[in-house]
Each structure stands twice: as structure tokens, then as C-alpha cells.
């Protein structure tokens, strides 16, 4: 009958469902490819985003760097030439210019040298101006009107406008004052444009005539107030410059066509020539489109810029065209025409942008990023290139003066976020990797922990030797789970009981400690209710600690509490080394005895030295708070008794003649000071120097009291 009952309880407390290691392999696999999936899912997520914001940051750190690089150029330039214009050769030369441009009006021209301008106009300047702008040109509308003008372009303009051979010309040999003039300062504007890379160098006089050219173009000589390049940002920014009246001044044009150029992007940088008020005329040097391109391509150098294969930085202007080339038409002209036609650029446009190979004043960029930039704004976007491909663009205004400019560092997505790309395979690879593996792993570990009730005996056994650490690991929904479960819930609450009894017998034994003797702790935890006794040979100290009340009057509670527990703790530091007991402490009161729980044979020398020691420890205080405390010390030595005062709140106390005498004597005098009864001193008169400090009367007899000195 018992065998049955037991079979049928034990088949009743059997509940259905998967085996033990049915049940660890499903939450195994569960928890941890949830686990791979949810951490996967999070690390594709931050490392995503981290890339994507460390592709914005070099890019635009890119943008910030070629900024500062472009500004810094415009900077230098400025500068550069008001120093220029400010020296006395660029004075001089304007006025040696001007005077010998002036006796040329006067001069005469035979007609076989007025025939050799007028072909150099029909046959030369004009077919080349055609050909490079595109357009029908009159020749007639730039032929020289003054006499200056023709003469001086007879003598010094290449007639086939080989203007690397007309820099080169020192003197023309004619006697002229202006000859005499370019022979003086011909190798100083050249060797200014040859080592500074302008691409020219002119001088105009008040009136507006270029009376002295380092190239010795087709612009020599013409007036730009009256002449046929009167509307062009070379006359603006001279009108500018000279009405200015200030030789600081600088004025800088934009990229605009011009025609002695043959129609090529070109801008000036103007500044009065003159000091002291003294305005001679003004002087213009020709940026070179080559050296802002070389700034902005890094010398086409755009991989070692960090802009990899798809990257580059430009210039773009208030009319959203470019003020600096393309990459992709210096890399590869022929997409880039395709591409640019793409993205909506007029088919001409491009053409013409290949046929002249370069994007200034051509290439239009509507992007978003310009657009943003032109308003003031600084930031990153993505969208729609000039070149039709999607991109990331860092854009920002510059700041330049004279100049709407914008700057844009700018790559295509495809290669920005390839490291993205290629972070979301290996992620997937590597999560893919990691749940095979789990799987494989649950599959064994399922096997090797189907039989937890090992470690439950392991563990009741080392309960039971007294180790109250033991827990087993949780196991799941079944039988050895819970009393797994049943078993930690006992080994804790076991444990925190044990560890609150600890605590609570370390609280009373410091406390107790702190209290009273050893001895009377002992006699205390042994159940002895009245503890009383009798010493016979103990030193007493009573001392009072004068001034704190002042000194601490403007002291906050905290700082008061803090300086005064400061000052304790080293009375009974050094008490403990002396082999002296602390009795009680109160705020400006400090009992001690020597040789009351230990009996010592020299408990008065002892005494002595701590009241001497506290007394230093006192100095050094007021030495580190600049106060002026003292304290004023009484001993005695004799007969005492001590023990526990009070049962609900306990109190070890010291009573008895020696320690009523050690509270008088001390107040025998209102001085601080060490004072002693009668008694010590008699035991110390040979080893200390003691002076009488007054008397009191004990029981109708008169003591002296002595003052150690």
C-alpha cells in the first residue's frame, strides 16, 4: 500500500511537457539568438550612424581646411599689395609711367607703323578673340584711339601676341622717357609676377589710362574710363580704388571674361598707389585662375586629400556658376560632358567647357548645398550633384572681401558610405556566424547540464560545512528548478542573517569599545550588572580648552565640529602612544587618566608628557589657523574609582578625590598653563621644573599649586 501511494504521489506531482533538456536547449537557443539578433541589430545601428557622422566630419574638415587655404590666399594677396603699392618703386614707377605716357601723346607715328596696329587688331587680336569667346568680333571697336596707345603697342606688343616675349622686353631702343622708364622697372614688375604667379601687372594714371602693362598686352596704353574696356570690372574696381583716397584701400573683382585675355576668366585685386595723402595713380595685379585652381585640387592631388576617387572641393559664385575647374573634367573631359549634360547642364555650355578646359563662369552648380551657402548657412547635406550622381556636401560662405563666393567639399554617396556598406555585410555575416555557433554550443550544453541535481548536492553539502555562499545556478520550470530555486532563496536569507548578526556584533563591540575598558567590556558582556572599582596609584588630567567659544563664533556648525574633532583625534592619538586612557571628552573639556585599566609604575612622567604634548598639538594649531587657544591643564594623582554609570544609557565615569583635585587645581589660576597638586609634584621635582602658582584649601587643610614650566 505504501509503495502504491508513494508511485501514485510521485506520478501526480509530474507535470507534462518537454524534458529538462528539452526545455535548456529551446531557452538556450531563445535567449541567445534573440541576444545575437537584438545586439547585432543595436551595433549596426550605432556603427551605421558612426560612420555616416565620420564621413560628414572629414568632409567637412576638408571643406574647413580649403577654406581657410583659399581665404588665406585673398589675405596674403591683399596684403602683398598694398605693401607694393605703398613702396617707393611702385611710387616712382607710376609716376615715371605717367610723365613719359603723356610726352607719347605728342608723338608721331609714320603710317607703315599705324598700318602694323591696325593688322595687328584685323589679323591677330581680333581672329583669336572670335575664336576663343565664340562670337564675331570687330576689330575696329578695340583699335587704339589715343597716340600713346598705338605707339606704345608698335613698340612692345608681340605682333603675334606672344606676350611671354613682350615681359622680356627691357627697351625698345625708341629714346623715349617711357622706355627709359620700362628699362628701369621692367625686371622688378617681372620678377614680381614670375616668383607671385600673377598673370599681370598694371599701373593706370588719375585719369584712367594703363600707362605701363608687364605683359605689354593689347590693354596698354587704353583709357578705362573712355575705352573699349570702360564696362568691365578692371574700370570698376580702379574707379573704386582711386576714389578711396586711402592707400590701405583694396578692391577685388570678381572671375568676369576679359577681352585682352581672349575672353578668359579674369579677375583683379586694385589698391591706390601713393603715401602721405599722395594718390599717384593705381595699381592692379591679375589673379591667376591657376593658382586658386591648384589650391582647391591640392595640385590635383585629390586623393592624398582624403577625397578619395568621387571627391573635390570648389568655388561657386553669387550667380551659382563655378569659380574653380571641376576634377572630373581635368580627370576624365568626356564623362564629364556626358554627366553634366545628364544632369541638366545646356549641351553648348559643356562643350564650350571642354573646348577652353576649365568650369569658371561655365559650369552652373544649382545645387542644394550652394543654394544653403549663398543664404549664409554652413552644414552638410545630401542630394543631387552638378554632376547628376547623388552626394554628401559639406557647403559654407567665405569670407572674403569684395567676393559672394561660396565654398562646397563635396563626394559621392556611393563612395562615402562604402565603409557603411561594407560594415552591414560584415555584420551580417558575423551574426549569421555567431547563431550557427550558439546553436551548436546549446546543443551540447543542453546535454551536459540535463542533470542539475548534481549541483544541488554539492552544494546542500557545503551548506551544511558552514559555507553559506553556495548557490546554484537557475534552473528552469521544473522540478529542479524550483527547488534549485527553493535552495538559493534558503542559502540568502541564511547568509543575509548571518551577515546582519556580524554587523550588528561588530556595531556593539566598537561601540562598547569606545565606551569602556577592554576589562569592563568583558566583565559587561558577561551579565554583571553593577561594575565598580577601586584604584589605588592613577594620574588624573583634567584640561579646558580657552578661546574656542571666540574662535569659533564665526564658524559655521560643520567647520567647528570638524576643526574641534580634528583636535581631539590627535589628544587621543597621543594618549594611545603614551599608554594615557581617555575617560571623557566634552566640547572644551578633555578627562584622561594614566594607569587606571593598566596599572603603571610611572603613570604621573606619563601624565606630564602628554599634557606637554597636547599643549604642542595645540600650538601647531593656532600656527595652522593663525587662532590663539590655550588650554589650562590640572593632574593629580591618587586614589580613584570608575565604572558604569546609568542602565538604559551606560557610562563608564571616573570619580574620587584625584580627579575633584585635578579639576581644581587647573582653575587656580585664570592663566593657561600646566598646573599640578602638590602630590606630583613631590614625584617629580627632580625630573621637572615646577614654580608655585597659587593654593587651595582641601578638607580645611592649604595646598600649594604648582605650574610645570
Known amino acids: 500500500m505504501a509503495n502504491r501511494l508513494g508511485a501514485s504521489a510521485t506520478t501526480s506531482n509530474r507535470r507534462p511537457g518537454f524534458s529538462i533538456q528539452s526545455k535548456l536547449l529551446v531557452m538556450l537557443l531563445a535567449v541567445s539568438i534573440s541576444s545575437s539578433l537584438v545586439v547585432g541589430l543595436v551595433g549596426y545601428v550605432s556603427g551605421r550612424d558612426s560612420l555616416r557622422a565620420a564621413a560628414y566630419a572629414r568632409l567637412t574638415e576638408t571643406r574647413e581646411s580649403k577654406a581657410r587655404e583659399i581665404t588665406n590666399f585673398f589675405t596674403d594677396t591683399e596684403n602683398s599689395l598694398v605693401i607694393y603699392s605703398r613702396g617707393s618703386t611702385a611710387i616712382n614707377a607710376v609716376g615715371d609711367f605717367t610723365a613719359g605716357f603723356d610726352q607719347l601723346q605728342d608723338a608721331q607715328l609714320a603710317p607703315e607703323q599705324n598700318a602694323a596696329v591696325d593688322t595687328l587688331y584685323a589679323d591677330t587680336f581680333a581672329p583669336g578673340l572670335a575664336a576663343a569667346s565664340g562670337q564675331q568680333t570687330d576689330p575696329a571697336a578695340f583699335d587704339p584711339s589715343s597716340t600713346a596707345e598705338r605707339y606704345l603697342q608698335y613698340q612692345y606688343t608681340d605682333k603675334a601676341l606672344d606676350y611671354d616675349k613682350s615681359i622680356q622686353v627691357d627697351d625698345a631702343g625708341d629714346g623715349s622717357a617711357w622706355s627709359a622708364a620700362n628699362a628701369k622697372y621692367q625686371d622688378y614688375f617681372r620678377t614680381l609676377i614670375e616668383r607671385f604667379g600673377y598673370e599681370d601687372a598694371l599701373l593706370l594714371d588719375t585719369t584712367g589710362n594703363v600707362v605701363y602693362s608687364a605683359y605689354k598686352g593689347v590693354d596698354l596704353g587704353t583709357n578705362v574710363n573712355s575705352g573699349p574696356y570702360k564696362g568691365t570690372s578692371l574700370a570698376s574696381g580702379y574707379q573704386a580704388a582711386l576714389a578711396s583716397h586711402d592707400p590701405d584701400y583694396v578692391a577685388i573683382s570678381d572671375f568676369e571674361g576679359y577681352q585682352p585675355s581672349n575672353d578668359k576668366p579674369t579677375m583683379w585685386i586694385m589698391s591706390p598707389v601713393g603715401a602721405n595723402g599722395t594718390i599717384g595713380g593705381v595699381m592692379a595685379l591679375q589673379i591667376s585662375l591657376d593658382s586658386i585652381n591648384a589650391i582647391m585640387t591640392a595640385d590635383q592631388g585629390w586623393q592624398n586629400d582624403g577625397l578619395g576617387s568621387t571627391g573635390e572641393t570648389y568655388l561657386a559664385g553669387p550667380d551659382e556658376l563655378m569659380r574653380s575647374i571641376s576634377r572630373e573634367l581635368v580627370e576624365n573631359p568626356q564623362q564629364y560632358e556626358k554627366d553634366v549634360v545628364s544632369a541638366g547642364t545646356p549641351p553648348a555650355t559643356a562643350a564650350r567647357a571642354v573646348e577652353v578646359g576649365g568650369t569658371v563662369l561655365l559650369q552652373p552648380v544649382h545645387t542644394l548645398a550652394v543654394e544653403d551657402a549663398l543664404q549664409g548657412q554652413t552644414g552638410v547635406v545630401e542630394g543631387t550633384s552638378y554632376l547628376g550622381?547623388?552626394?554628401?556636401?559639406?557647403?559654407?560662405?567665405?569670407?572674403?572681401?569684395?567676393?559672394?563666393?561660396?565654398?562646397?567639399?563635396?563626394?559621392?554617396?556611393?563612395?562615402?558610405?562604402?565603409?557603411?556598406?561594407?560594415?552591414?555585410?560584415?555584420?551580417?555575416?558575423?551574426?549569421?556566424?555567431?547563431?550557427?555557433?550558439?546553436?551548436?554550443?546549446?546543443?551540447?550544453?543542453?546535454?551536459?547540464?540535463?542533470?542539475?541535481?548534481?549541483?544541488?548536492?554539492?552544494?546542500?553539502?557545503?551548506?551544511?560545512?558552514?559555507?553559506?555562499?553556495?548557490?546554484?545556478?537557475?534552473?528552469?520550470?521544473?522540478?529542479?528548478?524550483?527547488?534549485?530555486?527553493?535552495?538559493?532563496?534558503?542559502?540568502?536569507?541564511?547568509?543575509?542573517?548571518?551577515?546582519?548578526?556580524?554587523?550588528?556584533?561588530?556595531?556593539?563591540?566598537?561601540?562598547?569599545?569606545?565606551?569602556?575598558?577592554?576589562?569592563?567590556?568583558?566583565?559587561?558582556?558577561?551579565?554583571?550588572?553593577?561594575?565598580?572599582?577601586?584604584?589605588?596609584?592613577?594620574?588624573?588630567?583634567?584640561?579646558?580648552?580657552?578661546?574656542?567659544?571666540?574662535?569659533?563664533?564665526?564658524?559655521?556648525?560643520?567647520?567647528?565640529?570638524?576643526?574641534?574633532?580634528?583636535?581631539?583625534?590627535?589628544?587621543?592619538?597621543?594618549?594611545?602612544?603614551?599608554?594615557?586612557?581617555?575617560?571623557?571628552?566634552?566640547?572644551?573639556?578633555?578627562?584622561?587618566?594614566?594607569?587606571?585599566?593598566?596599572?603603571?609604575?610611572?603613570?604621573?612622567?606619563?601624565?606630564?608628557?602628554?599634557?606637554?604634548?597636547?599643549?604642542?598639538?595645540?600650538?601647531?594649531?593656532?600656527?595652522?589657523?593663525?587662532?590663539?587657544?590655550?588650554?589650562?591643564?590640572?593632574?593629580?594623582?591618587?586614589?580613584?574609582?570608575?565604572?558604569?554609570?546609568?542602565?538604559?544609557?551606560?557610562?563608564?565615569?571616573?570619580?574620587?578625590?584625584?580627579?575633584?583635585?585635578?579639576?581644581?587645581?587647573?582653575?587656580?589660576?585664570?592663566?593657561?598653563?600646566?598646573f599640578v597638586s602638590q602630590t606630583v609634584r613631590d614625584q617629580m621635582r627632580d625630573a621637572v621644573t615646577f614654580t608655585e602658582a597659587g593654593t587651595i584649601e582641601i578638607d580645611g587643610v592649604t595646598q600649594s599649586v604648582w605650574m610645570v614650566q
Open 389 to 674: 550622381t547623388e552626394n554628401i556636401a559639406a557647403s559654407a560662405p567665405l569670407d572674403i572681401t569684395g567676393l559672394n563666393w561660396v565654398i562646397v567639399a563635396r563626394v559621392d554617396t556611393s563612395e562615402a558610405f562604402a565603409a557603411v556598406d561594407e560594415f552591414t555585410r560584415n555584420m551580417i555575416i558575423a551574426i549569421v556566424t555567431l547563431i550557427v555557433i550558439v546553436s551548436l554550443l546549446s546543443l551540447l550544453l543542453a546535454q551536459v547540464f540535463a542533470r542539475p541535481v548534481r549541483r544541488l548536492v554539492g552544494a546542500v553539502r557545503n551548506v551544511a560545512g558552514g559555507d553559506l555562499n553556495v548557490e546554484v545556478a537557475p534552473g528552469s520550470r521544473d522540478e529542479f528548478g524550483n527547488l534549485g530555486n527553493a535552495f538559493n532563496d534558503m542559502s540568502r536569507s541564511l547568509r543575509i542573517k548571518q551577515s546582519l548578526i556580524d554587523e550588528q556584533t561588530a556595531e556593539k563591540e566598537k561601540l562598547l569599545s569606545t565606551l569602556m575598558p577592554a576589562s569592563v567590556v568583558k566583565r559587561y558582556k558577561e551579565g554583571h550588572e553593577t561594575i565598580a572599582d577601586s584604584h589605588q596609584d592613577v594620574s588624573v588630567l583634567f584640561a579646558d580648552l580657552i578661546g574656542y567659544d571666540d574662535f569659533s563664533r564665526a564658524l559655521t556648525p560643520e567647520r567647528e565640529l570638524a576643526l574641534l574633532n580634528g583636535i581631539v583625534a590627535q589628544f587621543d592619538e597621543a594618549a594611545a602612544r603614551g599608554g594615557v586612557e581617555t575617560v571623557r571628552t566634552l566640547r572644551e573639556g578633555y578627562l584622561a587618566s594614566c594607569g587606571l585599566a593598566v596599572p603603571r609604575v610611572d603613570n604621573v612622567r606619563r601624565m606630564l608628557d602628554f599634557a606637554r604634548e597636547i599643549t604642542a598639538i595645540i600650538g601647531r594649531f593656532n600656527a595652522q589657523q593663525s587662532t590663539t587657544l590655550s588650554l589650562r591643564i590640572g593632574i593629580d594623582a591618587g586614589a580613584v574609582s570608575s565604572g558604569l554609570v546609568g542602565r538604559a544609557s551606560l557610562a563608564y565615569d571616573m570619580w574620587g578625590d584625584a580627579v575633584n583635585l585635578a579639576n581644581r587645581v587647573q582653575r587656580v589660576s585664570g592663566a593657561s598653563g600646566i
